[in-house]
């Protein structure tokens, strides 16, 4: 019923940049809109676990990066309703990996940032990102 669509992988070299967007399309019941939480980026490597990479709260825009990225990786909302962008800067090899998109909808009042796997709820097939010379 909730589905979301990432685009914009590829493969490039290391020092290049990429930007990836993430629609989120449906309803989570047959006459309610889509309630947006939060969106967030994850990434999993191969033989690694699944790991946050950006967060961005859909009530007041406040953001959050996982200690790698910070400085040049870039969450925003796109001009798309329920649509978020991943602007990647400076790749490094260490950015390789399938990006996830993923959707919070429901409010946990104990949080500010939704940081763990479990906390979405709707969760995109994914993007591959491969930073080699």
């Known amino acids: 019923q909730v589905h979301l669509t990432e685009t914009g992988g590829g493969l490039v070299e290391p020092g290049a940049s990429l930007s990836l967007s993430c629609a989120a399309s449906?309803?989570?019941?047959?006459?309610?809109?889509?309630?947006?939480?939060?969106m967030g980026w994850f990434r999993q490597a191969p033989g690694k676990e699944r790991e946050f990479v950006a967060t961005i709260n859909w009530n007041n825009g406040a953001t959050f990066y996982e200690d790698s990225v910070k400085g040049r990786f870039t969450i925003s909302k796109a001009h798309a309703q329920n649509s978020v962008e991943l602007q990647m800067n400076s790749l490094k090899p260490e950015d390789t990996a399938t990006y996830y998109c993923?959707?919070?909808?429901?409010?946990?009042?104990?949080?500010?940032?939704?940081?763990?796997?479990?906390?979405?709820?709707?969760w995109g097939r994914g993007t591959q990102v491969t930073v080699s010379p």
């Open positions: 449906g309803h989570l019941f047959a006459e309610r809109p889509l309630n947006v939480i939060a």
């Open positions: 993923a959707l919070v909808t429901t409010y946990d009042p104990g949080l500010f940032f939704y940081i763990r796997s479990p906390d979405y709820d709707f």
